[in-house]
């Protein structure tokens, strides 16, 4: 008689049970065969139908609807309340740019829940720079994204209807720093020594691209850095001016913390 928002009714049922049978789900008192919000075919539903529950709250009804060659006709009716859903998230106020963290969370955990992140003024259900499924366990692992700003942490409730939010916790998001030191000069196709530091989250690297360059992609030579405080960056076979850079690897996208100048000759 009365189920929570998003979870799971099973209806069952007796009747003709014929290939184009269903068992619907419409707000109550329709009386319309069409337009339902959500259903299953009686040839997928023994012994019961399955479906999931509306993220509104409100008085619905769960029907039986026969399908005849011409027309469908209602033959049976079972009211159903749907009660608002509930969710709680507990989550660090702050974090740095791509920093792992976790979240805490309770609520439905239907299929298609998730826990997001989005810009602090974002109201969509959809957008998000980043998410978790709340079928793979509490707490949540998410990754800060990259950019400093105001952040909301979001329980979104998937189901018929539409998906709903639930409950929300604001995140902080500080920059991340990273400092590089390497040689002025270099020759042409030479080894470069380059000694970093930096956050170090996985995909970071340290690159090498023409001066100025602002696109994070292109680069000339490379380094991950997860191989140490250390590494080398192979010269290009051309002269000119170059910048080795400290790439972050971040949910909305990559972002360059420190530069150094570097001429090769």
């Known amino acids: 008689a009365t189920i929570g928002a998003g979870a799971t009714i099973e209806a069952g049922w007796t009747g003709p049970g014929n290939s184009g049978d269903y068992i619907d789900l419409v707000p109550r008192g329709s009386t319309q065969t069409s337009g339902e919000i959500s259903y299953a075919y009686v040839r997928d539903a023994i012994p019961v139908a399955k479906f999931r529950a509306p993220t509104t709250a ?62 602090a003024a974002h109201t969509e259900t959809s957008g998000e720079i980043t998410y978790a499924w709340t079928r793979d366990g509490s707490p949540a692992k998410l990754v800060a994204p990259g950019k400093a700003g105001a952040y909301t942490i979001r329980y979104v409730l998937e189901g018929p209807g539409g998906r709903k939010i ?9 920059a991340a720093a990273a400092t590089l030191k390497a040689p002025d000069t270099a020759g042409k196709g030479s080894k470069i020594k380059v000694e970093w530091t930096g956050p170090k989250r996985r995909g970071d690297y340290v690159d090498l691209g023409k001066r100025g360059q602002k696109e994070t992609s292109g680069e000339l030579s490379y380094f991950y850095t997860d191989r140490g405080a250390a590494s080398e960056l192979t010269a290009p076979a051309e002269a000119g001016e170059y910048d080795i850079r400290y790439v972050l690897e971040a949910p909305g996208g990559r972002s360059v913390l420190a530069t150094r100048p570097v001429t090769v000759r």
């Not at 969710?87 to 298609?112: C, I, M, N, Q, R």
């Not at 639930?166 to 998001?173: D, G, I, Q």
């Open 58 to 119: 409100g008085d619905y009804d769960v029907r039986y609807v026969l399908q005849l060659a011409n027309e469908r006709k209602v033959k049976a009716v079972a009211p159903i309340s749907v009660t608002a859903a509930a969710a709680t998230l507990t989550a660090p106020p702050k974090a740095e740019g791509a920093e792992p963290f976790t979240v805490e969370w309770t609520g439905p955990s239907g299929d298609g829940d998730y826990v997001d992140i989005v810009p």
């Open 166 to 174: 639930l409950t929300s916790s604001p995140l902080e998001v500080t």
